[in-house]
């Protein structure tokens, strides 16, 4: 069982960055795709951003909210995942997922389905 857990949220003002971090276990991290969502109060669960295991390397981010602002990267020596926020806006705030997609299956990379094990979220607030 792959074991999850996020940090690094936080209370920002708007236009800061912050950087979130999601610890791993599993000695094969390096094959898992990984991915991050958050959820608003009252909204669903949304897509933030994933990345490929298996030396892929490939990105992927939500078209409409985050692409350009935020970033996500793995390091396969450290089982970490992480996200790099920059220009943040009020509405970026959510309780941000870490997630685990350890299995093949036939969803995508961006339906929550798709993921086997999720960590307890951390919280991002976002001030005006």
């Known amino acids: 069982q792959v074991q999850l857990v996020e940090s690094g949220g936080g209370l920002v003002q708007a236009g800061g960055s912050l950087r979130l971090s999601c610890a791993a276990s599993?000695?094969?991290?390096?094959?898992?795709?990984m991915a991050w969502f958050r959820q608003a109060p009252g909204k669903e669960r949304r897509f933030v951003a994933c990345i490929l295991g298996s030396g892929t390397g490939i990105t992927t981010y939500d078209r409409d909210s985050v692409k350009g602002r935020f970033t996500i990267s793995r390091d396969n020596a450290q089982n970490t995942v992480s996200l790099q926020m920059n220009n943040l806006k009020p509405e970026d705030t959510a309780v941000y997922y870490c997630?685990?997609?350890?299995?093949?299956?036939?969803?995508?990379?961006?339906?929550?389905?798709?993921?086997?094990?999720w960590g307890q979220g951390t919280q991002v607030t976002v001030s005006s």
């Open positions: 599993g000695r094969t991290f390096s094959t898992y795709r």
């Open positions: 997630a685990a997609a350890v299995v093949w299956d036939g969803y995508g990379y961006s339906d929550y389905r798709a993921y086997d094990y």
